[in-house]
């Protein structure tokens, strides 16, 4: 059992960060290999929208971003954490959440892979944003669970004060992962009318082959 944990703030620890590594250490001990993945020690340059990887599989720009999407194909499940910032969320992780999108997202590499998310707030707001972000919107995955705490200004909790939550959010999600727990119906239901729409507005037409990756992936998994 392989887990991807994805610390999703611009800077070296705090709060959240410390949630995920106890998350980490959890599923851990529990036999799981997990592989740690900080985003502010990550090159990841921005997207420049050329779309080459969606005819290719493979984005020119010289940076991080091929290996962990490496070890996004390799993971079984992800604990991702990030904090509000501006009511919305990181521009860090939004940053990766682009370059991943017509790769892993279009290509519906994280179908159904369990994700336990962990954001936090200062004070409110951004909650359903940030959950986006965190949770990989759109790209069809499996939400064991989504935490989300208000620290204060300046955070005045530990993540001693949370550890209980944590600890049985892990266990639920190492439990899904051995269980092989399948996608909700309604998520998957909304997966299925998502590929229908982009299979009958976007991919049947495949002007010059722009879509040649993402089609090649389709075929692979008989939706197209
Ligand atoms: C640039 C920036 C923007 C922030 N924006 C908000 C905000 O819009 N609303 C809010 O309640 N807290 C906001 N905060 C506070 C953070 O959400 C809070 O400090 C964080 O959740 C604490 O977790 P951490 O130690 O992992 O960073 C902001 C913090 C920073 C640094």
């Known amino acids: 059992m392989r887990i991807l944990a994805i610390y999703g703030n611009p800077k070296h620890g705090g709060f959240v960060h410390d949630c995920v590594d106890h ?3 959890r599923l851990a001990a529990l036999g799981a290999e997990v592989d740690r993945l900080s985003l502010v020690d990550a090159h990841i340059e921005e997207c420049a929208g050329c779309f080459t990887c969606m005819r290719t599989g493979q984005c020119p720009l010289d940076d ?7 070890r996004m194909r390799q993971a079984d499940a992800f604990v ?10 990181p521009a860090l992780y939004k940053r990766l959440f682009e370059r991943i999108t017509y790769i892993v997202g ?7 892979k369990h994700v336990l998310a962990i954001g936090a707030v200062g004070m409110a707001t951004g909650k359903k944003h940030l959950g986006r972000m965190l949770t990989f919107h759109g790209f069809v995955t499996h939400v064991v669970d989504y ?3 208000r620290t ?3 955070t005045s909790i530990r993540v001693d004060d949370v550890a209980g939550r944590l600890d049985r959010s892990a266990d ?5 992962i051995e269980r092989k727990a399948p996608l909700p119906l309604l998520t998957r239901l909304g997966g299925a009318l998502d590929n229908f729409a982009i299979r009958r507005f976007m991919l049947k037409s495949n002007p010059d082959g722009v879509y040649d990756y993402v089609i090649q992936r389709w075929k692979q998994q008989g939706w197209m």
């Open 23 to 25: 998350v980490a250490e």
């Open 64 to 70: 991080d971003v091929a290996n962990i999407i490496e």
């Open 172 to 176: 639920r999600l190492h439990s899904a």
């Open 106 to 112: 279009f290509g519906r590499e994280l179908w159904g």
């Open 152 to 154: 204060g200004i300046p």
């Open 80 to 89: 991702t954490g990030a904090s509000v910032r501006n009511g919305y969320f």
């Open 147 to 149: 935490l989300f705490f």
